[in-house]
């Protein structure tokens, strides 16, 4: 039998909506919070997501080269599952396998 390890990352009004990814992200950075995101995406094999989230982070992790940041190989070949009643397909967004 397998762990679940779950590891969130939730906005106190549950929106997570920018134009850009920076506008959203760019003001909580911190060296401290990169490691434990880094550390909890480096244990784990599979992502869930919601459709919307993902469509949003797709071409954020398409875009990432050569590990950047140290995780970028990760996040790009981990399974991501999508909770979607609108998906047409099973394709998967922005790399990694379909599940």
């Known amino acids: ?12 009004d549950g929106m997570f909506d920018a ?3 920076e506008q959203w992200d760019h003001p909580y950075r ?4 990169g490691e434990v995101i880094a550390r909890g995406d ?8 919601r459709r919307k989230t993902c469509e949003m982070l797709a071409p954020v992790w398409s875009a990432l080269k050569n590990n950047e940041f140290g995780i970028a190989d990760k996040l790009n ?22 599940g």
């Open 42 to 49: 480096q244990d784990s094999d599979a992502s869930l997501l």
């Open 30 to 33: 911190s060296d401290g919070r």
């Open 77 to 98: 070949s981990m399974k991501k599952y999508v909770i979607s009643s609108s998906l047409a397909g099973a394709e998967p967004a922005g790399g990694g396998s379909g």
């Open 1 to 12: 039998m397998r762990k679940l390890i779950v590891l969130e990352r939730i906005t106190l």
């Open 19 to 21: 134009a850009e990814m």
